[in-house]
């Protein structure tokens, strides 16, 4: 299993206010993994990052539909891939379009490096949500 | 830990004998996310007829409310909220034993009700699925549809129903939409239905099956979605200011003002009328009584002990009230966000901080208030250290004392005193004793497991105000049922031990067992500048801090309250030095001496060996600073 060094990782932490990304790998201990994954997360998960709290910590983050606030401590073990721009953090527009995919979850060990590759089903032109 | 074997005193709601045995009845059980409305609907459908108990040697609080529908009734248990049926934390491991019927304090179930939030299906069918998955005979509850409907939204009921295998019922726990319907199909299922046999227990979900089952309620979820709701803007929207830089701090702030001087200030109004309830009654039987021990009996212990216990009410009504308009309306959650990173330097969380801003009134409904915290060791931790908050009990207190022995000295000119200054100092010894003794305790033996801290931040919502009067009703009874009795108790203890043995101790209050005990007690207290009358006051304030100003004064034999307390002012000034005095105030800060906050913790920790470890600390910490102070202070020739 090849490893990228890990400053090249981005975290969860590194996002933007705003932006969405695709959980690439969660560097934690298996107890903490499992916890996670009950709470949504998991490798292969869209996760976008809405806010901070005043003083920077914690971080909320928006998964499968709700939102979570996380330690920056914890928050920076998660690794992430960020998706094409910014994408506005909604439910939905209000039309009836299909939920973006979130990626294949794997029924593999989560410190799999996945490797981030554009999402196959979509065009550029084509809007996502 | 004795999970299966719950003793009388602490099995809340036992079965009751004769009148209406619940334990015969068909029980559901109620599962589903914290924050999903799960305890709202059981509230609706419960009423008054619900009572809250605990499970035994665990802090996760037992609910239970028998609801008629349609002739039949049936007995309903609120689980605590989980996100997951996997056994990880108190709260969960609980709720697995509930449903696999593994309990001994519980019948086997008919079913379980699984409540869902309707505008966050696909993490709520994680639940559910692992509920079907386990094989318990389940129905499907969306809650919150007012909301899901107002926000454009909407679910293809029937298709959930074929995907799943299961009954699903839309409601609004809020409005009351769906319930009659509801509670129609769990009649017809109480009578119709039998027992699930008891279960293996659920283990703990590989990491695998779990993502292939969180993939699974977002299919599920996808595909039953008819229109996708509209963004909830509106929490967005209030967030900006809530949790912004400068104005997220300032109106929590205001918060925590308008919450603590409720308390504080706004309860007085109905404390003080309380008061003069039971003082009329006093009076009452002191005008129609003949003089005697049973005279006595009634004013100074009856009477007294029962408005020691009601003179709490008003602070825990208020309190609350308050917590469950602020969880209600999620802003709980943002405030617990803001907190955290403070509370996080000694090893506590966010939602810590309320407990202890409310202990600064009083422990009491304080440490009722932790129970908002879900984490166990947290929890605890919060409890143990909130009667270092200086409460409100001791001001009386420290009023006497200060004002008998600090000089008027102006430290700041129009500003600040050193009477000021030495009530500011006590506060603050106080609050460092707290913060050092949270930091000792998860250091070692509440040392956090590695588990992430995460907490879920709901949308506002419009708080559901039957709900919270129940909520409130809840913890007055917990209150009054648990802590009432041991106050009680122990004020009819400390009349006989002022009042005994007769006659002697008519006459003299040396000579009751108090002044006894406190004789026997003075080789220990004179290092620390005491004498035997103010032990006898120290043995009065354990059943509640400002008795001891009434029992000095009838040790004096001062008139007591006269204004500000003069004339035992002079009495002290007389029988102890100044460096006594503020020993004694060091020792008032931080011992236990407060029954009914023993008695609540007792409550709330479910065992006795809390409330007997911090008494016994507290009582340490307390004696060996009065003792540096006083053998300090002379060492260093002070008076």
Same mark, same amino acid.
């Given at each position: 299993?090849?490893?990228?060094?890990?400053?090249?990782?981005?975290?969860?932490?590194?996002?933007?206010?705003?932006?969405?990304?695709?959980?690439?790998?969660?560097?934690?201990?298996?107890?903490?993994?499992?916890?996670?994954?009950?709470?949504?997360?998991?490798?292969?998960?869209?996760?976008?990052?809405?806010?901070?709290?005043?003083?920077?910590?914690?971080?909320?983050?928006?998964?499968?539909?709700?939102?979570?606030?996380?330690?920056?401590?914890?928050?920076?073990?998660?690794?992430?891939?960020?998706?094409?721009?910014?994408?506005?953090?909604?439910?939905?527009?209000?039309?009836?379009?299909?939920?973006?995919?979130?990626?294949?979850?794997?029924?593999?060990?989560?410190?799999?490096?996945?490797?981030?590759?554009?999402?196959?089903?979509?065009?550029?032109?084509?809007?996502?949500? | 830990?004795?999970?299966?074997?719950p003793?009388?005193d602490c099995h809340d709601p036992?079965?009751?004998?004769?009148?209406?045995?619940?334990?015969?009845?068909?029980?559901?059980?109620?599962?589903?996310?914290?924050?999903?409305?799960?305890?709202?609907?059981?509230?609706?459908?419960?009423?008054?007829?619900?009572?809250v108990g605990n499970y035994p040697g665990v802090t996760v609080e037992r609910k239970?409310?028998?609801?008629?529908?349609?002739?039949?009734?049936?007995?309903?248990?609120?689980?605590?909220?989980?996100?997951?049926?996997?056994?990880?934390?108190?709260?969960?491991?609980v709720?697995?034993?509930?449903?696999? &019927?593994?309990?001994?304090d519980?019948?086997?179930?008919?079913?379980?009700?699984?409540?869902?939030?309707?505008?966050?299906?696909?993490?709520?069918?994680?639940?559910?699925?692992?509920?079907?998955?386990?094989?318990?005979?389940?129905?499907?509850?969306?809650?919150?549809?007012?909301?899901?409907?107002?926000?454009?939204?909407?679910?293809?009921?029937?298709?959930?129903?074929?995907?799943?295998?299961?009954?699903?019922?839309?409601?609004?726990?809020?409005?009351?939409?769906?319930?009659?319907?509801?509670?129609?199909?769990?009649?017809?299922?109480?009578?119709?239905?039998?027992?699930?046999?008891?279960?293996?227990?659920?283990?703990?979900?590989?990491?695998?099956?779990?993502?292939?089952?969180?993939?699974?309620?977002?299919?599920?979820?996808?595909?039953?979605?008819?229109?996708?709701?509209?963004?909830?803007?509106?929490?967005?929207?209030?967030?900006?200011?809530?949790?912004?830089?400068?104005?997220?701090?300032?109106?929590?702030?205001?918060?925590?003002?308008?919450?603590?001087?409720?308390?504080?200030?706004?309860?007085?109004?109905?404390?003080?009328?309380?008061?003069?309830?039971?003082?009329?009654?006093?009076?009452?039987?002191?005008?129609?009584?003949?003089?005697?021990?049973?005279?006595?009996?009634?004013?100074?212990?009856?009477?007294?002990?029962?408005?020691?216990?009601?003179?709490?009410?008003?602070?825990?009504?208020?309190?609350?009230?308050?917590?469950?308009?602020?969880?209600?309306?999620?802003?709980?959650?943002?405030?617990?966000?803001?907190?955290?990173?403070?509370?996080?330097?000694?090893?506590?969380? &966010?939602?810590?901080?309320?407990?202890?801003?409310?202990?600064?009134?009083?422990?009491?409904?304080?440490?009722?208030?932790?129970?908002?915290?879900?984490?166990?060791?947290?929890?605890?931790?919060?409890?143990?250290?909130?009667?270092?908050?200086?409460?409100?009990?001791?001001?009386?207190?420290?009023?006497?004392?200060?004002?008998?022995?600090?000089?008027?000295?102006?430290?700041?000119?129009?500003?600040?005193?050193?009477?000021?200054?030495?009530?500011?100092?006590?506060?603050?010894?106080?609050?460092?004793?707290?913060?050092?003794?949270?930091?000792?305790?998860?250091?070692?033996?509440?040392?956090?497991?590695?588990?992430?801290?995460?907490?879920?931040?709901?949308?506002?919502?419009?708080?559901?105000?039957? *709900?919270?009067?129940?909520?409130?009703?809840?913890?007055?009874?917990i209150?009054?049922?648990r802590?009432?009795? +041991?106050?009680?108790?122990?004020?009819?203890?400390?009349?006989?031990?002022?009042?005994?043995?007769?006659?002697?101790?008519?006459?003299? +209050?040396?000579?009751?067992?108090?002044?006894?005990?406190?004789?026997?007690?003075?080789?220990?207290?004179?290092?620390? &500048?005491?004498?035997?009358?103010?032990?006898?006051?120290?043995?009065?304030?354990?059943?509640?801090?400002?008795? +001891?100003?009434?029992?000095? *004064?009838?040790?004096?034999?001062?008139?007591?309250?006269?204004?500000?307390?003069?004339?035992?002012?002079?009495?002290?000034?007389?029988?102890?030095?100044?460096?006594?005095?503020?020993?004694?105030?060091?020792?008032?800060?931080?011992?236990?001496?407060?029954? *009914?906050?023993?008695?609540?913790?007792r409550r709330e920790t479910g065992r006795?060996?809390?409330?007997?470890?911090?008494?016994?600390?507290?009582?340490?910490?307390?004696?060996?600073?009065?003792?540096?102070?006083?053998?300090?202070?002379?060492?260093?020739?002070?008076?």
């Amino acid at each position: 299993m090849a490893k990228t060094p890990p400053s090249t990782q981005t975290c969860l932490t590194d996002l933007k206010k705003g932006q969405a990304a695709l959980i690439t790998a969660m560097e934690m201990g298996d107890e903490s993994l499992n916890k996670l994954v009950e709470m949504g997360l998991g490798v292969g998960r869209r996760v976008s990052l809405v806010g901070r709290a005043p003083m920077g910590d914690p971080v909320v983050i928006e998964v499968i539909g709700y939102r979570l606030a996380m330690r920056a401590k914890e928050a920076r073990l998660i690794k992430v891939a960020p998706v094409e721009g910014t994408v506005r953090v909604t439910l939905g527009d209000g039309k009836n379009p299909p939920r973006p995919r979130r990626g294949d979850a794997p029924s593999k060990t989560t410190s799999i490096r996945k490797k981030t590759r554009p999402p196959t089903k979509r065009s550029p032109g084509k809007k996502t949500r | 830990m004795n999970a299966t074997r719950p003793s009388a005193d602490c099995h809340d709601p036992a079965p009751r004998k004769g009148r209406f045995d619940v334990s015969s009845l068909p029980h559901f059980a109620i599962a589903g996310n914290p924050n999903s409305g799960k305890t709202t609907l059981f509230n609706r459908i419960t009423g008054l007829r619900q009572k809250v108990g605990n499970y035994p040697g665990v802090t996760v609080e037992r609910k239970e409310g028998t609801v008629t529908a349609s002739g039949v009734a049936f007995q309903v248990v609120d689980l605590p909220g989980t996100y997951s049926l996997s056994p990880k934390s108190e709260e969960e491991r609980v709720a697995a034993e509930v449903i696999a &019927g593994a309990r001994s304090d519980l019948p086997p179930l008919h079913g379980v009700v699984c409540v869902c939030d309707s505008t966050n299906l696909e993490r709520s069918l994680f639940l559910a699925l692992q509920l079907i998955a386990f094989k318990v005979p389940v129905i499907l509850v969306l809650n919150m549809m007012d909301e899901l409907a107002s926000r454009g939204g909407s679910i293809d009921l029937a298709k959930l129903k074929r995907t799943l295998g299961v009954s699903v019922f839309p409601i609004s726990a809020r409005t009351g939409k769906g319930l009659p319907e509801l509670l129609d199909h769990l009649a017809v299922w109480a009578r119709t239905g039998k027992p699930h046999p008891k279960r293996e227990l659920p283990v703990v979900e590989p990491t695998p099956r779990a993502m292939n089952r969180q993939a699974q309620a977002t299919r599920i979820a996808e595909n039953v979605t008819g229109a996708a709701a509209r963004p909830d803007t509106l929490s967005d929207r209030l967030d900006r200011f809530v949790l912004h830089p400068v104005l997220g701090p300032l109106i929590f702030l205001a918060v925590v003002l308008i919450v603590f001087q409720s308390i504080f200030t706004g309860a007085k109004p109905l404390m003080e009328g309380l008061d003069a309830l039971f003082n009329g009654l006093s009076n009452l039987v002191t005008a129609n009584m003949a003089e005697g021990l049973l005279r006595s009996f009634l004013t100074d212990g009856v009477i007294a002990g029962f408005g020691a216990v009601v003179v709490f009410l008003p602070q825990i009504l208020i309190l609350f009230l308050f917590i469950a308009v602020l969880e209600h309306s999620g802003y709980m959650a943002r405030a617990a966000m803001i907190m955290d990173r403070l509370m996080s330097t000694v090893g506590l969380q &966010g939602k810590s901080f309320l407990p202890l801003v409310s202990s600064l009134a009083c422990a009491v409904p304080g440490i009722m208030a932790t129970r908002t915290i879900e984490n166990r060791r947290d929890r605890l931790a919060t409890i143990f250290i909130a009667p270092f908050m200086t409460c409100s009990a001791r001001l009386p207190v420290y009023a006497l004392l200060i004002g008998a022995f600090v000089p008027d000295k102006v430290i700041v000119p129009g500003i600040l005193g050193l009477k000021a200054v030495t009530l500011l100092f006590l506060y603050f010894i106080g609050f460092v004793a707290a913060m050092t003794t949270a930091f000792l305790l998860k250091s070692s033996i509440l040392k956090s497991d590695r588990m992430p801290f995460v907490m879920e931040v709901p949308p506002y919502r419009p708080p559901a105000w039957r *709900s919270i009067a129940l909520t409130m009703w809840d913890r007055a009874w917990i209150f009054l049922k648990r802590a009432g009795t +041991i106050i009680l108790g122990v004020n009819l203890l400390l009349w006989f031990l002022v009042s005994f043995p007769r006659p002697e101790a008519a006459q003299d +209050i040396k000579m009751s067992y108090a002044g006894r005990i406190g004789t026997a007690m003075e080789p220990a207290l004179k290092p620390l &500048g005491f004498d035997w009358k103010i032990g006898v006051g120290l043995l009065s304030a354990q059943a509640a801090r400002e008795v +001891i100003v009434s029992t000095l *004064s009838t040790i004096y034999k001062v008139e007591a309250h006269d204004d500000d307390n003069k004339g035992l002012a002079k009495a002290l000034q007389g029988a102890m030095t100044p460096l006594a005095a503020l020993s004694l105030l060091v020792y008032f800060a931080f011992s236990l001496q407060c029954t *009914s906050t023993i008695a609540i913790i007792r409550r709330e920790t479910g065992r006795w060996r809390w409330p007997v470890f911090m008494f016994v600390y507290m009582l340490a910490l307390g004696y060996v600073s009065a003792l540096i102070v006083y053998q300090g202070g002379r060492a260093l020739g002070f008076q």
